[in-house]
């Protein structure tokens, strides 16, 4: 028993310490920022105000927000839908080219996202691969015009985090256990009925997994809409960069931060709430 | 079933696809005879030419790489021991915890850089490796943890009444049952860590200090002249590198069974 | 597994290997105004060995260095009215002229600028002008002169603005015949008005893709910097700049040495190479950035010295603004706007 405890304290001890450091000091630097104020000699300083959030009441950072979040909320969708089958299909594999498969998927991404994000432009311009193709084989006559558009937006965010998304699914979907699936077959269920009423709950949690994994960074990315999206419109990354890096404003910055962990942590919640009566609810 | 593995190898053969045209239209376009444009000129050999004379990309390249290998184990290590640690026990701050784990991947990077770097300015850390490679595992743990829990709770929590029962002790649980049971969530997440690492830029630009230059900070910053295809002639060799090294450890995997 | 381990930490500790003093030197900079070469050239003569960092926006680099005040940099280069910032906030070290033997080479024009009065904390280095660029295979040279002119609705969905708050706004704030650094509010309101009826014309926002932009035609038209458009006007002939009547705005790029530079010797040696003529000439024909060395413009071939798109004359140079610090309240009311231009469509 002695051991077991000295196990679990020396874990605890070495978890505590370093989420103190570097998650629970920096978070608390935020909230106090936030309720800071800045001036010309200091980035923070007192007196301590709650202007920054009076701030946010404001209806273009609202818009820019929904946007944000209606963006963010298309692209994880899409992401979900492409990348659960892949997950799934790898996952249940038998081969041993497993491992190298899932490697082929993450080595492009060990390439500068920024230069695949360059390549995307290459392929999707005016005057890019995929409408020189098209035109060529006489399927439009006037180049698409995706270059600049959400569209583009949607489609390097897309690219930038299927494997966020099917990673968590695959380590997931690999516990599924085919007796279950068997006996769903011969109770007389239909592949879609085994697919709706036991896998997909069953790998609900990996789905949530990568849901967050995908949809949160879609959130506050920021190069993604510049580049490709030509900058016409503001994300809530480039707001919140915009804050830290032009205005200087590190409190307000500081304050959209904690505001969007706010509304997002709230959001959680109330999944957790609405399945509580779910088993699989334990995954939070 | 034919039709299924059909069906099966169609779909993975299109996403792969769609992972690699991008990649394969960067390696193309390392030969292109053009500074700026992004169209077709013609084939050169130039930029690989000035890549193998410009030495400081070559050491900033071994740098990241280094750094992401020295993030990944250190995250891949404490969030393995969070996840299980969660997973495992009931202790005061539980809850707390969970939360804090969110709001680091909730955290714009921005935000995370800025605050990491008011915090070692506070401890007096100068800027250099440590800082990177202490910032780089702080933003990479949420993701190990998330990977790892969502497959621990796939666990049939039997198995550990047992051991315990036959009298091992947590340390040997960890070690015997979890460790093996979560390897490829491991794996997963060490991956995950490795790419995350390589790219991260805005943070690494707040923590970084003079003397350890890393490859992510030295392209975002040909941005604002343009890229030159020299750096994709760095993409390609890293890239080509990589996929041989991969292909090699499948192929002498094949030989030992 | 030992020798793992041991190899393991030695390169761990590698980077921390303690460097003679003043045989280092850290230069953080913008990669591409800095040709490696120059950099090359440097430490072969001096035997200093150069960490060069980058950044890609001065407000990064303004950030990092206000944030540690100890960053470990000896030499920056802060554009413009960073330097007005910086100097004001104490943040950057008065330059010993008597250190600095090839400061003679400047151009006096760039001396004693609105952003550094007594050129107390700046050495210029290279400059560019905010201007109009356009493609003559769908526009006559001619047809555009001034600002005004880009409001026209035949540029519907065809511009390309660069994506930054100041540049724009200077546009809007000197169409209506005010200065590119108004602080008056009700200016600013005024230009963010007149920029709402630009918006439907713009079809990109862009600072970094901006040369590949022009050069594959994807805008035909737009705001630029004349350094931008020499270099996408080499690979694409039919791009051409103009310098819009109602005036313009000119950044410069200069070196500066940050407060607690650890290694300020070598830094003045550093920036008094990069003043020699023959350096400076060297760079300017390498980046295609107009240098603000007169002794290496002397230097340079004739058809870049002699291009006025990149050297403008002096009767078009009257007409240049300089940009100013605003100060952080102005700065905020500019970004506001900003932000409710960018998202009212």
């Known amino acids: 028993m002695k051991t077991d405890n000295h196990f679990k304290s020396l874990s605890l001890s070495v978890i505590w310490a370093w989420m103190f450091l570097f998650a629970l000091l920096p978070f608390c630097l935020v909230i106090i920022a936030s309720l800071m104020s800045h001036n010309e000699s200091d980035l923070i300083t007192l007196p301590t105000t709650l202007a920054n959030y009076q701030h946010l009441n404001n209806s273009t950072y609202i818009r820019i927000f929904e946007k944000s979040f209606v963006i963010a909320g298309i692209s994880t969708l899409l992401c979900l839908i492409i990348g659960y089958p892949f997950a799934y299909i790898i996952a249940r594999m038998q081969s041993r080219w497993k491992s190298f498969l899932l490697l082929l998927v993450i080595i492009p991404f060990w390439t500068s996202s920024l230069i695949r994000s360059y390549a995307l432009i290459a392929i999707i311009k005016a005057k890019g691969i995929l409408n020189s193709l098209l035109i060529a084989f006489g399927i439009i006559d006037q180049p698409l015009a995706i270059l600049f558009t959400n569209y583009a937006v949607m489609i390097g965010l897309i690219y930038n985090l299927l494997p966020f998304m099917i990673l968590p699914i695959m380590t997931n979907v690999e516990r599924l256990d085919q007796r279950l699936i068997d006996a769903a077959k011969d109770l007389g269920a239909n592949r879609f009925t085994t697919f709706r009423k036991i896998i997909i709950p069953l790998t609900m949690p990996g789905i949530i997994a990568g849901s967050i994994l995908v949809f949160l960074p879609a959130m506050t990315i920021f190069y993604i809409p510049d580049i490709l999206g030509g900058a016409k419109s503001i994300m809530l990354g480039n707001l919140i960069q915009n804050q830290f890096l032009i205005s200087q404003n590190w409190p307000m910055g500081s304050a959209f931060s904690a505001v969007l962990t706010l509304i997002l942590v709230t959001l959680i919640l109330v999944h957790v709430w609405v399945t509580r009566g779910n088993k699989k609810r334990e995954w939070l | ?257 | 597994m030992k020798y793992l381990v041991s190899a393991f930490l030695i390169f761990l500790l590698t980077p921390f290997a303690a460097q003679a003093d003043d045989k280092v030197l850290n230069v953080y900079a913008w990669t591409t105004e800095v040709p490696d070469f120059v950099v090359h050239m440097f430490e072969k003569e001096t035997g200093i060995k150069v960490n060069f960092s980058t950044y890609d926006n001065n407000e990064i680099m303004y950030a990092k260095i206000r944030t540690t005040k100890k960053s470990g940099y000896d030499v920056i280069m802060p554009s413009s009215y960073f330097v007005d910032r910086m100097a004001r906030q104490h943040l950057l070290e008065k330059l010993d002229k008597s250190k600095l033997p090839n400061w003679k080479n400047i151009n006096p024009s760039f001396l004693n600028p609105a952003y550094d009065p007594k050129s107390e904390y700046s050495t210029p280095y290279i400059w560019g002008i905010t201007g109009i660029f356009y493609n003559d295979q769908y526009y006559k040279s001619g047809e555009l002169k001034k600002w005004s002119d880009l409001w026209d609705a035949r540029f519907y969905n065809k511009l390309m603005l660069l994506d930054d708050t100041r540049e724009v706004f200077s546009m809007a704030l000197l169409r209506l015949g005010y200065t590119a650094n108004d602080h008056n509010p009700e200016h600013i309101k005024e230009a963010y008005i007149k920029l709402k009826d630009l918006l439907k014309n713009v079809k990109v926002f862009s600072t970094g893709t901006a040369v590949s932009i022009m050069i594959d035609e994807d805008a035909t038209v737009g705001m630029a910097w004349n350094g931008d458009t020499f270099r996408a006007s080499r690979e694409n002939k039919n791009i051409h700049f103009i310098f819009p009547e109602e005036g313009f705005v000119i950044w410069v790029d200069n070196f500066a040495i940050p407060k607690n530079a650890p290694h300020k010797e070598a830094a003045y040696q550093f920036i008094d190479f990069v003043l020699r003529a023959d350096i400076a000439k060297e760079v300017a024909v390498s980046t295609n950035f107009p240098t603000a060395n007169l002794a290496g413009f002397k230097l340079l071939p004739d058809s870049i010295r002699n291009d006025p798109t990149v050297y403008p004359p002096k009767e078009v140079m009257r007409h240049a603004q300089f940009q100013t610090d605003l100060g952080d309240d102005t700065l905020a009311l500019y970004e506001k706007y900003w932000e409710e231009l960018k998202m009212s469509d």
């Not at chain 2, 990177?132 to 190990?144: E, K, T």
Request: aromatic share 16%.
């Open chain 2, 1 to 257: 079933m034919n039709t299924t593995t059909l069906r099966n190898s169609t779909y993975l053969s299109l996403i792969y696809l769609f992972f690699y045209i991008p990649i394969i239209v960067l390696i193309v376009y390392s030969f292109n005879n053009t500074t700026f444009s992004l169209v077709w000129h013609g084939f050169t050999w130039r930029w690989y030419v000035d890549l193998f004379s410009d030495g400081d990309l070559w050491i900033a390249t071994w740098h990241s790489f280094f750094l992401g290998i020295a993030s990944a184990t250190g995250a891949t290590f404490l969030g393995m021991l969070t996840a299980v640690s969660l997973y495992r026990y009931r202790f005061p701050g539980r809850n707390f915890l969970n939360g804090l784990i969110f709001i680091l991947i909730l955290s714009p990077e921005i935000v995370t850089g800025a605050a990491l770097l008011i915090l070692f300015t506070f401890f007096h850390l100068p800027l250099g490796f440590m800082s990177l490679l202490l910032a780089h595992i702080c933003f990479c743990i949420p993701f190990v943890i998330v990977t790892t829990y969502s497959r621990l709770i796939s666990f049939d929590k039997n198995i550990f009444e047992a051991a315990k029962d036959l009298g091992a002790s947590d340390f040997i649980i960890m070690i015997r049952i979890i460790l093996p049971l979560l390897s490829p969530a491991l794996f997963a997440s060490w991956l995950l860590s490795f790419t995350l690492s390589l790219d991260d830029v805005i943070i690494s630009y707040f923590v970084s200090g003079p003397e350890f230059q890393i490859l992510p900070l030295q392209i975002y910053s040909m941005v604002r002249s343009g890229i030159k295809p020299e750096i994709n002639a760095l993409c390609s060799v890293l890239f080509c590198v990589t996929v041989t090294m991969v292909v090699l450890a499948q192929l002498a995997l094949r030989k030992k069974t």
